[in-house]
Nanobody
């Protein structure tokens, strides 16, 4: 089984910064696109940012210019640098990856357990 573990969430004041990390582990043959999603209270889960194996990135309009996504393929880790945080960024942030296990024949979507980010004064 492939597992994703997030870290780096917490409480921060508006205008502050946080860096989230997500490390994949298990019987991994290959990992394709990795990304970050978030789910604010009472709202649906939404894509925040994604990054392909070649480094191509995609950002939600609401975070474009404030957030940066990066990955370390050797460590099977993806990062989300969040700057100029706003109260509306408050949500549970989930890591996602398309992963192929050694015994697998197709990529499967894998989710982390989520990490809480709260932006409040």
């Amino acid at each position: 089984q492939v597992q994703l573990v997030e870290s780096g969430g917490g409480l921060v004041q508006p205008g502050g910064s946080l860096r989230l990390s997500c490390a994949a582990s298990g019987t991994i043959q290959s990992i394709n696109t990795m990304g970050w999603y978030r789910q604010p209270p009472g709202k649906q889960r939404e894509l925040v940012a994604s990054i392909a194996t070649n480094g191509a990135t995609n950002f939600a309009d609401s975070v474009n210019g404030r957030f940066t996504i990066s990955r370390d393929n050797a460590k099977n880790t993806v990062y989300l640098q969040m700057n100029s945080l706003k109260p509306e960024d408050t949500a549970v942030y989930y890591c996602n990856a398309l992963a192929l296990e050694w015994s697998g024949t197709y990529f499967r979507s894998v989710w982390g357990q989520g990490t809480q980010v709260t932006v409040s004064s």
